[in-house]
């Protein structure tokens, strides 16, 4: 039986003290007989903490004293308990042991004592976050679930309340990463047509939502392995499983005979293996072809495990979300975790995926493996790096000189990565500014060890936009198209187009793999097609020019900004440095960044050169103003005039060229369904 504390209401716990509304009136006090027989203890307290008393002052003793702090839950009420059902250790003061008992309260689930009623609280939570609702003393005929559905990608996932608060949840899922699921799918989407049936795991499956999708979407091409060592979080990837009409084995030998005995009218129904093992443990017993690493916090853990088994030009994607670390906000974890000294700067966030690359191309080079990087992106929430596995020591070696430390000036903010091994007397030479001279002490800091190569591989983020348009993710083709443009380091968006019917062999990091057909792509240019040999030649001129890499890191418009100034917009800016002969991009790593090879002092000068002053001297009603003063303002708008004139002759000029490409808003609107196919 439940504990006489816990009631539903007042009355309840008032007739625990034989106690009825016509008590509560005053007792007269002028006959022993009435004080006697109106005299009551109080059921929650013991003699020595509170006497009995009349009816009227006992009621006030319950509602105020036991009712107005008791503790809600379905109906009923917690109330304080004084009773001595909670032991309590003796207190000594000199010979005397104090027997002094304490207040607690009775969980109604569990029946365990609490003594704060914040902490009560706080223990009622926690069983409703693991779906404990059901109270121990009630017997409900159906208790009502707790868990919700969720729906992402087609893709139905129950989940636990407070499922986005992982210390508080055994199935963490978090809808914000849904920009990070969708690239990953269109990464192995990618793998999958090169070869397949592929072999992959999601080494940290929580809910299972990433494998179902894979499941899901890419049918038979892939055979997907969920683990995770948490007991419940295995029993909810099953059920999802089952809500999604998947089926589920536990092991390798029961999917064989599952393969054998299925029958034809079952051949769509999609099977995903799950497993209740460490993830260092699956990986290290079994080979697989797709590998994604979700850990909660860092995954340098788990790298040395995922590339001992992984197969030749297999895919390791890694999901790092210490971002208080990796964005200099705890460099002493950033420090511990990767061996790397960092500070904040203006491009942390690509410092932040630089950093993240080098501990998997170290961990890789540990097994004899190199990487490519396919694809590195840092957002608000997550830091994503996808990277091909090419086996051998030579690839090895080769990733490994890519780690190199940056010279990072912390007045200016000037970065050059560091030439050599060998020790300089004056490291400041390398930079291009003159910090080190005019300002006193030290004015850079070296940062690293850092990965100096590409992020990209604009010929996979190609192939991860036509995927993302064939199965309709809309989201994620904005991103592609700024990932695709970042990568070829131009602010002219040209995207080709190929189906999967046109393969051909094309060589990729070394090896041949099998790849769209790029002489037959076609590009959209005012809803017309261009010749098959105009196409050819835009080909190779893309090759050749995809072959630079794009520059290292970004610089912020605004950081680099003049008070007093107008800048001009961030456009026009990137056409007035494409001009002068550099090569320019927006980034995606920062709305305002921009991404060019031009030193800082040529990015300032033409900054300068092409910003507008806020206050143009000389108003009508101040004083007069001189003959100087007048000329200059007068040089100001002549200035500004032949400006504007030069904005629209490049105008003029870009249009000219529009016949040859286009820009990310023109694709959208000429791409149609029929091309798709």
């Known amino acids: 039986e439940k504990h006489i504390s816990i009631q539903r209401e007042l009355a309840d716990l ?58 809600e839950f379905e109906g009923y009420r917690m109330c304080i308990c004084h009773l001595p059902c909670r032991p309590v250790k003796p207190n000594l003061i000199g010979d005397q042991s104090s027997t002094k008992m304490g207040a607690h309260y009775h969980c109604i689930i569990c029946s365990a004592t609490i003594t704060r009623r914040t902490d009560m609280i706080g223990h009622i939570k926690r069983h409703v976050n693991k779906g404990e609702t059901e109270s121990r003393y009630t017997a409900a005929p159906a208790p009502k679930s707790s868990h919700e559905v969720l729906k992402e990608a087609d893709t139905d996932v129950q989940v636990l309340p407070n499922y986005s608060t992982p210390q508080k949840s055994d199935s963490y899922f978090n809808p914000k990463m849904k920009l990070n699921r969708q690239l990953i799918f269109c990464a192995l989407a990618v793998l999958a047509e090169e070869r397949n049936p592929l072999e992959c795991l999601d080494a940290f499956g929580a809910t299972g939502i990433m494998g179902l999708q894979w499941a899901k979407h890419l049918g038979n091409s892939v055979k997907v392995t969920i683990n995770d060592f948490n007991e419940n979080s295995v029993t909810m990837i099953q059920e999802n499983c089952h809500l999604n009409k998947m089926k589920v084995v536990m092991n390798t030998k029961e999917e064989d005979d599952c393969e054998e005995t299925m029958d034809e009218g079952e051949e769509n129904v ?162 291009s500014c003159d910090c080190h001279g005019s300002m006193p002490g030290k004015t850079a800091v070296e940062l690293g060890p850092l990965w100096s190569g590409s992020l990209f591989n604009t010929g996979f983020l190609r192939r991860m936009l036509f995927e993302a348009v064939q199965h309709g993710l809309d989201e994620i083709q904005p991103l592609l198209k700024t990932l695709i443009c970042e990568a070829e380091c131009t602010t002219l968006k040209q995207f080709s187009i190929h189906g999967p019917a046109s393969q051909n062999k094309q060589e990729e990091c070394g090896v041949f793999i099998k790849t769209p057909d790029t002489a037959a792509d076609y590009y959209v240019v005012q809803g017309k097609r261009k010749s098959n040999e105009m196409s050819r030649n835009i080909a190779k001129r893309q090759k050749s020019e995809s072959n630079a890499e794009h520059p290292a890191f970004y610089y912020n418009i605004h950081r680099h900004s003049i008070k007093g100034m107008n800048m001009p917009k961030l456009n026009k800016f990137l056409q007035y ?97 029929a091309e798709c196919k």
């Open 577 to 673: 440095l494409s001009q002068a002969g550099y090569r320019v991009s927006r980034t995606h790593f920062d709305p305002m960044g921009v991404r060019t090879n031009a030193p800082l002092a040529q990015f300032k000068s033409i900054l300068v050169k092409y910003s507008t002053p806020t206050y143009i001297g000389g108003q009508a009603e101040g004083p007069v103003q001189s003959t100087e003063d007048a000329q200059a303002a007068d040089n100001i708008h002549t200035a500004a005039a032949e400006d504007k004139a030069g904005d629209m002759e490049f105008t003029e000029a870009s249009e000219s060229e529009a016949t040859l490409l286009f820009t990310k808003d023109s694709y959208h609107d000429n791409f149609t369904a």
């Open 14 to 71: 008032a007739k625990l003290a034989d106690l009825s509304e016509g008590d509560f009136t005053a007792v007269p006090q002028n006959t022993d007989q009435h004080v006697a027989a109106g005299k009551k203890p109080c059921p929650l307290c013991p003699e020595e903490k509170f006497k009995a008393c009349y009816s009227h002052k006992l009621h006030r003793h319950l509602q105020n004293l036991h009712w107005k702090v008791s503790v």
């Open 270 to 431: 999609g099977i995903i293996e799950v497993t209740k093992m460490d993830a260092n443990v699956i990986m290290h017993l079994r080979s697989f072809d797709f590998i994604h690493l979700d850990p909660f916090g860092t995954a340098v853990n788990y790298l040395d495990s995922a590339f001992r088994n992984v197969r030749n030009l297999g895919i390791v994607s890694v999901t790092s979300t210490d971002i208080s670390s990796l964005y200099a906000k705890a460099q002493h974890v950033a420090q511990r975790h990767y061996g790397c000294n960092v500070v904040r700067t203006e491009y942390y966030k690509e410092l932040a995926a630089r950093i993240v690359v080098a501990a998997v191309a170290r961990a890789a080079a540990r097994c004899n493996k190199g990487i490519d990087v396919l694809l590195a992106v840092a957002l608000e929430h997550f830091v994503l790096v996808v990277v091909r596995v090419l086996r051998g020591p030579s690839p090895a070696d080769d990733s490994v000189k890519k780690i190199r430390y940056l010279i990072h000036c912390q007045w200016c903010e000037e970065r050059i990565f560091q030439e050599g091994n060998m020790i300089e007397e004056n490291p400041y030479r390398q930079l």
